[in-house]
């Protein structure tokens, strides 16, 4: 199993830029989750979703959209890149809840860089 | 409002010496504890979980910690550290009514020869 993969490792955008990180699981879990780590700060939930078609805001969620069109792949879009989305993204995955026994499993991470 | 708070932002020891990492989180009835381990350039990864019974709950490489309710806290320890314990640590804490994981700010561990 490969787990959790995400692509690009590494991008640079230009302000009002847009670009799509890419987040594939082939684990089977029903809950997928975008988190921003900023330095400092631990991590923020940007969106999350509790399976296919069914996704809902988190913490940041301003400035992104998500969609959840199969199980396995949970993309992560930036229409109008600023400098405030310049951070470190992880996508994670688990089976049900975190609340319950079930772990998130994380991603590699994109490192995002907005100029 | 829910909250996380790692009491160390760094934390550099010698190896093979002991290390605790400290974490609190605002009170609730129910909650759920868990320390992730961040490796340099790597996602993150369970260290260990506290969902219920026993407040010593042991992870792996070495480490644990230890629920305590009165003082809402959830302190990692481990009794000698190695160079490979070089990362950065996370608490967090998920509550009952929204299942979402609510992390702390991390702590980086840094161990010397």
């Known amino acids: 199993n490969a787990g959790v993969t995400q692509t690009p490792k590494f991008r640079i955008l230009k302000i009002g830029q847009s670009m799509t990180l890419q987040c594939t699981q082939d684990m089977n879990h029903n809950y997928m989750y975008w988190y921003r780590q900023d330095p400092g700060m631990g991590l923020k939930l940007i969106y999350y979703?509790?399976?296919?078609?069914?996704?809902d805001k988190g913490e940041v969620p301003n400035g992104y959209n998500v969609s959840r069109s199969t199980t396995e792949d949970f993309p992560l879009r930036l229409e109008l890149a600023a400098p405030s989305q310049t951070s470190v993204y992880f996508c994670?995955?688990?089976?049900?809840?975190?609340?319950?026994?079930?772990?998130?499993?994380f991603g590699p991470g994109t490192r995002l860089t907005v100029l | 409002a829910q909250s996380v708070t790692q009491l160390d932002s760094q934390v550099p020891v010698f190896e093979e010496a002991p290390v605790e990492l400290r974490c609190n989180y605002s009170s609730s009835v129910s909650v759920y504890l868990f320390w992730y381990v961040q490796y340099p350039n790597q996602g993150l990864q369970l260290l260990l979980k506290y969902l219920s019974g026993s407040t010593l709950v042991k992870g792996i490489n070495g480490f644990e910690a230890e629920f305590n309710k009165s003082q809402t806290s959830f302190h990692l320890r481990k009794p000698s550290v190695h160079i490979s314990d070089t990362a950065e640590y996370f608490c967090a804490v998920a509550y009952n009514q929204g299942g979402k994981l609510i992390f702390g700010q991390g702590t980086e561990l840094s161990v010397k020869p």
């Open positions: 994670a995955s688990s089976y049900g809840r975190a609340s319950s026994t079930d772990t998130q499993y």
């Open positions: 979703s509790v399976g296919a078609g069914i996704t």
